[in-house]
């Protein structure tokens, strides 16, 4: 047994066929309609040569994490995949807004009024309008981006005052925890809010996720394999 991935041997549409399986199963027995789950396949640290399999296979809606990376690699892609949907699921910095604005087709990481600002006037400079959602840092966590829950309802406020579309919310829920409770109280702080966009789940929890009410579910590695 070896634990270093062999690139060549990570078959990705046969990844995409069992994840979108697991998918479906997971949402029939949380008596959920499948259809209404989306698989985002989250391409950080995976070359473009890897990601055309993905397109070929039919996938379009896509995850980056960092703008530099993605400016890289996705303007050739979205030229010949014209029907790409490419998200922002990384951090992002007030001075990254205007090429985030130019690139992604929607920006699932604003937590911050500083952010909202520097997205308004991107938008009003490009004239694209890339829709949004919140991420929310449920448990506090000093390291990590996102709004606190109690933050949401200034921040909405705040959006809506810049004329900005928020349309849902997106979660990371700390490591080493059951992850099932931070899913729990995301759908139900998208409910309070009236969302129904929620991006939660990963390759290692995708299928509890789902019964919580997840509609966008971010794979990388079960599609991928793991990342250098
Ligand atoms: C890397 C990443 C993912 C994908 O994680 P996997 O465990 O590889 O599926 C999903 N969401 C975010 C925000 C990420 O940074």
């Known amino acids: 047994m070896t634990t270093k991935i062999n690139k060549q041997r990570v078959n990705i549409r046969e990844n995409l066929q069992l994840t979108q399986k697991r998918i479906e199963s997971a949402a029939r027995t949380a008596g959920r309609d499948p259809h209404s789950v989306r698989l985002m396949a989250v391409t950080k640290g995976v070359e473009e040569a890897r990601?055309?399999?993905?397109?070929?296979?039919?996938?379009?809606?896509?995850?980056e994490n960092y703008v530099q990376e993605a400016s890289g690699k996705w303007p050739g892609l979205k030229t010949r995949y014209p029907d790409i949907q490419l998200h922002l699921i990384g951090a992002l910095q007030t001075n990254k807004a205007k090429d985030a604005v130019m690139l992604f087709d929607a920006i699932d990481t604003l937590d911050r009024p500083a952010l909202a600002q520097a997205l308004a006037a991107a938008m009003q400079k490009t004239g694209r309008r890339p829709p949004l959602s919140i991420e929310?840092?449920?448990?506090g966590e000093a390291q990590k981006p996102g709004c606190a829950p109690a933050a949401i309802p200034a921040l909405l406020q705040q959006a809506e005052n810049l004329g900005l579309v928020v349309r849902g919310l997106m979660t990371v829920p700390p490591?080493?925890?059951?992850?099932?409770?931070?899913f729990k109280e995301l759908a139900n702080?998208?409910?309070?809010?009236?969302?129904?966009?929620?991006?939660?789940?990963?390759?290692?929890?995708?299928?509890?996720?789902?019964?919580?009410?997840?509609?966008?579910?971010?794979?990388?590695?079960?599609?991928?394999?793991?990342?250098?």
């Open 51 to 63: 990601i055309v399999p993905a397109l070929e296979a039919g996938q379009r809606l896509f995850g």
């Open 136 to 139: 929310v840092n449920l448990a």
């Open 175 to 182: 490591a080493g925890k059951n992850p099932e409770v931070y």
């Open 189 to 228: 702080l998208a409910r309070a809010h009236g969302f129904n966009h929620l991006s939660m789940g990963m390759s290692g929890d995708f299928e509890s996720a789902i019964p919580c009410g997840a509609t966008v579910i971010r794979i990388g590695t079960a599609l991928f394999g793991a990342r250098h």
